[in-house]
């Protein structure tokens, strides 16, 4: 049959709604205050003269946690914390749960204040709720810093209150009562639970006794190491995660997609697979064929039986080897230099595309009625997700309910919406309840992408001193259409900036640092329309890319200098925090050791949402096209941490993806197509890979509790490739390397 695409489904969309124009109206001067300072700081960077000072990089002032937090502080008050009268203490999360461990960090600041146990705590997931605004975003590392301070506000509150209405029904001054795993006790041993007291403290207006937060040296569970509350569910098959979900009458949902990226249909001949055991309804949607049926495997069988004649993808004559030529030529000639005489250094790297390959891939439920919706999937920005499908559907927000749940793995992919989106547009077509899924071949081909990199850096060396310093990130366009970017997009309309070409700007500059005294420093950036739309933020975002070049340049002018690398940089560091974390990685890694031919150690350091990370690890490249990673030293300081052993594991996560990163994921591009597939063909670093030993070192706190989900990335990526390049005498300039 012709396909019946119509002019909507085949013209590119509007980056930004009205309704979403609308709604981050309000938060755009935040970012286009930083975006000034940004195109200040890009204008110095591009008409360099002697004595101009150009701005220094903004996320040494303001990041984008720091803009998160800042955004989301209207709305705490719209937080959901109760007690049941069955005694139960319990919150809606609006952050999602995606293997990060917030689930513990949170029940351990809230029974923190309670004085109850972390297993008192019920920890559900808040359905998309537009008045939560930025506070259900799940992103740049700022889960816990957003919610620790209202969370132990609350629940301080929370327990003044108790302590109150139990000291009104027994007639004993507040002062005298104490609470313990969620009861409130009188001196004679009385006890009342919370439970039983709740409907009483809803009706306190004035506590009798301070409602306020304890001090840290009262802190008696959080930052003492507690392992994952839900860990047992985990292993054991209890955990409930969205492709989990089972909602009576549904069918099983995949979709035939193009051989390109963004192909398109140009009609198709389902007959066969309607014929099918167990087919219930096949449709188009606008991203290819979607086959329902009664269980996967039929829907799987019957999707090989459809035949579709594609139209090939604005990307069809792309390859990856073009993309690096165009990216490469934008970060400037070899003639620019930084500084007017001369720069001793300008070093190139190149970064692959690459998948996030989480362990679930995309799945998403949808029940599409007459004047309603109902999605169930793991998001982070839910009320994009209810924003978006409300827009597809022709319906208001108020008519979409999306419930949230867990994700196994996302590292950003969940940032887009395209398999909730799907489930409605399925749903919506066939009138039936819908679960769909992405295979892992739709995921690695057809899903979202890390974009392609090209890293400049240019230093110029006088006298034992680097005077200046810049760093250029030249990338395929990213795809920030998720309402994380949203705000940016808005900040830059107010600016009159074209959106597309400046967005990298003002994330580049709110991410990115340099955390050396280098002189005159800048960072810069710039993205290209590569006609690849399936790109996205992963973990990390521009900061891995970013650090491995900078570090590799440390590393190169350390030699040149006749210096030490971790003895420059010590030297060099602005921040005592990162000095701190850097010696000690050196002592327990025995940094300088003499090492067999083909070994070497590495080093590298990163700084990012108010906290600080270093790297040591040792690789065994004797054979350069199989190294391997044989030990690994990690310090943080994360400011202060809620939970050291969910700390650990995010170390302990961030370094196999730094070791990812540098050896072995990449994706390769031909004629407008993804090469890789499933894992069989996409190289994974695998418990193979694994370092054989591994240390992690949390630093006493220093401060508020910083990032930790993203930051062990960068630092451990750097290590890694400064440990191959010293092992084998060749500086990488390509990722991964095993390519």
């Known amino acids: ?266 009609s198709y001949d389902d007959s066969a697979a309607r014929a099918m055991p167990g087919v219930a309804a096949v449709a188009q949607i606008p991203t290819g064929i979607a086959v329902c049926a009664e269980n996967t495997w039929q829907a799987m069988e019957a999707a090989k039986k459809v035949k579709v004649t594609w139209e090939d993808g604005a990307a069809a004559a792309k390859s990856d080897v073009d993309i690096a030529a165009v990216l490469k030529e934008k970060a400037g000639s070899a003639a620019d230099v930084v500084s007017p005489d001369g720069g001793e250094f300008d070093e190139r790297f190149d970064f692959a595309f690459t998948s996030h390959a989480p362990m679930e891939t995309g799945f998403a439920v949808a029940d599409v009625r007459v004047g309603h919706a109902e999605v169930w999937c793991s998001s982070h920005v839910p009320i994009e997700v209810q924003k978006l499908v409300a827009d597809e559907l022709n319906l208001t927000t108020a008519d979409v309910t999306v419930h949230v749940k867990r994700a196994g793995g996302s590292f950003g992919r969940n940032c887009h919406m395209d398999a909730p989106l799907e489930a409605a547009q399925v749903s919506r077509a066939t009138g039936k309840v819908v679960k769909l899924f992405w295979t892992r071949d739709d995921d690695t081909r057809h899903g979202r992408m890390r974009p392609a990199t090209h890293q400049r850096v240019q230093a110029s060396v006088r006298a034992g001193k680097v005077r200046s310093f810049h760093h250029r990130v030249s990338g395929a366009w990213t795809d920030l259409t998720h309402g994380l970017g949203d705000i940016v997009f808005t900040a830059l309309m107010e600016m009159g900036k074209p959106a597309k070409e400046a967005v990298a700007d003002v994330v580049i500059g709110v991410t990115q640092t340099v955390p050396y005294e280098f002189g005159l420093a800048t960072v810069s950036g710039t993205e290209t329309d590569v006609k690849l739309p399936n790109t996205g933020v992963m973990r990390g975002v521009h900061s891995v890319a970013y650090r491995v070049a900078e570090e590799i340049t440390v590393d190169q002018i350390a030699e040149h200098l006749g210096k030490d690398p971790v003895e420059f940089r010590l030297e060099s560091l602005k921040d005592d925090r990162t000095k701190a974390v850097l010696r000690k990685v050196a002592a327990e890694g025995r940094w300088g050791r003499a090492m067999p031919r083909g070994h070497a150690q590495g080093v590298g350091i990163h700084q990012e949402y108010k906290s600080t990370t270093a790297t040591l690890v040792e690789i065994d490249a004797t054979d350069p096209k199989k190294p391997r990673v044989t030990e690994a030293y990690v310090a943080i300081d994360p400011g202060r941490a809620i939970n050291p052993r969910g700390v650990e594991a995010q170390m302990q996560g961030g370094l196999m993806d730094g070791i990812n990163t540098v050896l072995y994921a990449g994706l390769h591009i031909d004629g407008g197509a993804v090469r890789e597939g499933s894992f069989a063909d996409f190289r994974v670093a695998r418990q193979a890979q694994a370092p054989l030993r591994t240390e992690v070192f949390i630093m006493p706190p220093t401060g508020e509790p910083g990032g930790v989900g993203e930051i062990a990335v960068p630092a451990s990526a750097a290590a890694v490739a400064n440990a191959y390049g010293r092992a084998t005498g060749t500086v990488p300039r390509q990722f991964p390397i095993n390519n």
Request: include cysteine; glycine fraction near 6%.
């Open 1 to 266: 049959m012709e396909s019946p695409a119509t002019k909507a489904e085949t013209e590119e969309k509007p980056g930004l709604g009205r309704r979403r124009f609308l709604t981050y109206l309000a938060a755009a001067p935040t970012l286009t205050v930083v975006g000034k300072m940004l195109a200040e700081g890009e204008a110095a960077a591009a008409s360099f003269a002697p004595n101009q000072l150009p701005v220094p990089p903004i996320a040494d002032l303001f990041d984008m946690g720091d803009a998160i937090n800042l955004l989301a502080t209207p709305t705490f008050g719209q937080l959901r914390l109760g007690i049941s009268e069955n005694n139960e203490v319990w919150f809606e999360l609006p952050k999602t749960e995606v293997g990060q461990g917030i689930n513990t960090a949170v029940a351990m600041i809230l029974a923190e204040e309670f004085d109850a146990k972390p297993t008192d705590i019920a920890i559900t997931h808040s359905d998309a709720r537009p008045e939560l605004s930025y506070s259900q975003v799940t992103a740049f590392s700022t889960s816990v810093r957003v919610l620790r301070k209202p969370l132990a506000s609350m629940a301080a509150a929370g327990r003044a209150r108790l302590v109150t209405a139990a000291a009104k029904r027994w007639g004993v001054p507040a002062g005298r009562l104490s609470t313990k795993d969620t009861c409130v006790y009188a001196p004679d041993r009385r006890k009342l639970t919370f439970g039983e007291l709740s409907k009483e403290a809803a009706k306190v207006a004035i506590p009798a006794v301070p409602a306020t937060p304890k001090p840290p040296e009262r802190y008696h569970i959080v930052g003492k190491p507690l392992n994952r509350l839900d860990a047992n569910d985990i292993v054991t098959g209890k955990a409930s995660y969205i492709s989990d979900t089972k909602i009576p009458g549904s069918v099983v949902a995949v979709v035939v997609r193009p051989p390109t990226i963004g192909g398109t249909v140009a």
